[in-house]
């Protein structure tokens, strides 16, 4: 392990050294040029050869980490974290030993063992032994403004929690669960998190009885694409090194009726009664006693960097409050000898936070503070952005608003998992979906308001999306679980998306210029209003 971790800090030392003359020569010409012209240039470098795709814990995405963070230095911004515009967090990449994975079921004093495969599956980063009683917790939300809690009547301190996938009712356009769109209770992290918080030891996950999707997480793959095809990435999975995580583990319908044997109901009639009026039908099942067991056939620990810049409100009354312009930098790499350059996903979002530093912070100097995030290992599940939310450099309940950007630069087009699933217009070249603003109506009137002038078509059709899981994809929601207003500007999925075709030509240039000029309107605004938006859980 240490000749491994000494090797990759040797490889990084290595690649920063050799990158600096090459990103400082690009900065330099960048300054002197037109708006285009720098976007190009911050695009050729971040999807350039050597970046070899910034795949999160190598060292070329250190550099172009470090890139944003000279742009940000010349831009005039002030670092966030002491005086360095770099936030280190811990991380663990991983590749699950598939023999050392268990889980046994007991009770009538019958043991039943699952070992891999469709009944039991998943990883955790590291070794873990658990053993304790079952509890069945239906959904495993707690959503007060829904006036619904799966653990309202049942104690599951000290227990292993089996639950739904999902959310309920969730193909009910009249659903109080945001109708057939996606609640921030929807997700694996929210569930995790309310379990922990209700003392369970560890979750079991299981797709609905009676769902209409066939996967257990039915979504669009998130990983390197070819032709179409997903492909087995060849680096490992990563996660944040953080001890106070629970194992999550998925399983199949045969597992779960085993599990819930002893309820004296099927899954299905569970789920039945749930829906039918929203009530809760937890229970415990402190006679059925679960054992996991998981480990770890590699492992290998590094820090990667979110970029964070802020440019200093000029108000004293107001200056502690913070408006957020975010992006994240880091893509797939190399993988089977191909280049994913990651031009869209996301230098695109990149590039335009980094032009949007160097406008604002020109002037005029707004009231509230705006910080500049550019976050690492997005495509690792957001853990830069979940870790600065967990670890903010400015405090959560003065950030006044969060405006994401992440692939804006493709024009919008079905991708396979998208047919039938959502509406695409025949000409999406001026248009940008706004993810999210259901929870911040104020804050989608004020992005409304900077159209005005700008006149993008702005669509909020992934707020009732359920298949896509567009929610859950990007680094707008570790905010919204935290209670801030926040919202995605995304161009919409693309022919490419995920594969080495996703290059700086197929951009739209124009478009991108646009959504900056309404980032930084929306952004001047929000840092200027006398009434910041609210977070509005039950809209």
């Known amino acids: 392990m240490s000749k491994i971790n000494a090797s990759f800090a040797k490889m990084r030392r290595m690649y920063l050294s050799s990158a600096v003359g090459l990103f400082s020569a690009i900065a330099i010409a960048a300054h002197a040029q037109s708006y285009e012209q720098r976007l190009r240039a911050d695009l050729a470098f971040l999807t350039s050869t050597p970046l070899a795709g910034r795949l999160s814990l190598t060292p070329q995405a250190d550099i172009a980490a470090l890139y944003i963070a000279a742009e940000f230095q010349k831009a005039g911004l002030r670092p966030a974290y002491g005086d360095t515009f770099l936030q280190q967090f811990p991380l663990v990449a991983y590749r699950s030993d598939a023999a050392a994975r268990r889980l046994a079921v007991t009770h009538d004093g019958h043991t039943t063992?699952?070992?891999?495969?469709?009944?039991?599956?998943?990883?955790?980063?590291?070794?873990?032994?658990?053993?304790?009683?079952?509890?069945?917790?239906?959904?495993?939300?707690?959503?007060?403004?829904?006036?619904?809690?799966?653990?309202?009547?049942?104690?599951?301190?000290?227990?292993?929690?089996?639950?739904?996938?999902?959310?309920?009712?969730?193909?009910?356009?009249?659903?109080?669960?945001?109708?057939?769109?996606?609640?921030?209770?929807?997700?694996?992290?929210?569930?995790?998190?309310?379990?922990?918080?209700?003392?369970?030891?560890?979750?079991?996950?299981?797709?609905?009885?009676?769902?209409?999707?066939?996967?257990?997480?039915?979504?669009?793959?998130?990983?390197?694409?070819?032709?179409?095809?997903?492909?087995?990435?060849?680096?490992?999975?990563?996660?944040?090194?953080?001890?106070?995580?629970?194992?999550?583990?998925?399983?199949?319908?045969?597992?779960l009726a085993e599990l819930l044997a002893a309820s004296g109901r099927s899954p299905a009639d569970l789920q039945r009664a749930i829906e039918a009026k929203l009530q809760p039908q937890s229970r415990k099942l402190a006679?059925?006693?679960?054992?996991?067991?998981?480990?770890?056939?590699?492992?290998?620990?590094?820090?990667?960097?979110?970029?964070?810049?802020?440019?200093?409100?000029?108000?004293?009354?107001?200056?502690?409050?913070?408006?957020?312009?975010?992006?994240?930098?880091?893509?797939?790499?190399?993988?089977?000898?191909?280049?994913?350059?990651?031009?869209?996903?996301?230098?695109?979002?990149?590039?335009?936070?980094?032009?949007?530093?160097?406008?604002?912070?020109?002037?005029?100097?707004?009231?509230?503070?705006?910080?500049?995030?550019?976050?690492?290992?997005?495509?690792?599940?957001?853990?830069?952005?979940?870790?600065?939310?967990?670890?903010?450099?400015?405090?959560?309940?003065?950030?006044?608003?969060?405006?994401?950007?992440?692939?804006?630069?493709?024009?919008?087009?079905?991708?396979?998992?998208?047919?039938?699933?959502?509406?695409?217009?025949?000409?999406?070249?001026?248009?940008?979906?706004?993810?999210?603003?259901?929870?911040?109506?104020?804050?989608?009137?004020?992005?409304?308001?900077?159209?005005?002038?700008?006149?993008?078509n702005l669509e909020t059709k992934f707020d009732r999306d359920h298949v896509l899981n567009t929610l859950y994809r990007c680094d707008h929601l570790p905010f919204l679980l935290a209670g801030v207003p926040a919202v995605w500007l995304f161009g919409g999925f693309h022919p490419g998306y995920h594969e080495p075709s996703d290059t700086m030509d197929l951009l739209n240039y124009p478009k991108i210029l646009k959504v900056i000029e309404l980032a930084q309107r929306a952004a001047s605004e929000l840092a200027d209003g006398t009434a910041p938006p609210r977070f509005s859980p039950a809209h």
Do not use: C
């Open 113 to 255: 063992q699952f070992q891999g495969g469709a009944d039991f599956s998943g990883s955790f980063y590291r070794e873990a032994h658990v053993e304790a009683p079952l509890a069945f917790v239906g959904y495993g939300i707690t959503a007060p403004e829904y006036h619904y809690d799966d653990y309202a009547d049942i104690d599951v301190k000290g227990s292993i929690v089996v639950m739904f996938d999902h959310e309920p009712q969730e193909d009910d356009p009249n659903s109080v669960f945001a109708g057939t769109g996606q609640t921030v209770h929807w997700g694996r992290v929210p569930k995790m998190r309310n379990a922990q918080r209700h003392g369970a030891l560890a979750v079991l996950i299981a797709a609905e009885p009676l769902r209409k999707h066939g996967a257990l997480v039915g979504t669009a793959a998130r990983g390197p694409v070819q032709n179409g095809q997903p492909l087995r990435a060849s680096a490992p999975p990563q996660s944040l090194d953080d001890p106070t995580q629970i194992p999550v583990f998925s399983i199949g319908d045969a597992t």
């Open 287 to 456: 006679e059925t006693i679960v054992s996991l067991d998981t480990a770890n056939a590699e492992e290998r620990r590094g820090t990667s960097l979110n970029v964070v810049g802020v440019l200093e409100g000029s108000d004293p009354a107001l200056a502690s409050d913070t408006v957020m312009l975010t992006a994240h930098y880091d893509h797939l790499g190399v993988v089977n000898g191909h280049l994913y350059p990651g031009a869209n996903d996301n230098a695109s979002g990149t590039a335009a936070v980094i032009e949007l530093a160097r406008r604002m912070a020109a002037g005029p100097r707004p009231k509230r503070t705006v910080m500049f995030a550019v976050f690492g290992s997005e495509e690792e599940l957001m853990l830069g952005s979940f870790y600065y939310a967990m670890h903010p450099l400015r405090p959560l309940n003065r950030t006044r608003a969060v405006l994401n950007l992440d692939m804006i630069g493709r024009n919008e087009a079905h991708i396979p998992q998208s047919e039938g699933a959502i509406e695409i217009a025949a000409d999406t070249s001026n248009n940008i979906n706004l993810v999210g603003g259901r929870y911040s109506p104020d804050l989608v009137a004020s992005i409304r308001r900077a159209n005005r002038s700008i006149g993008l």
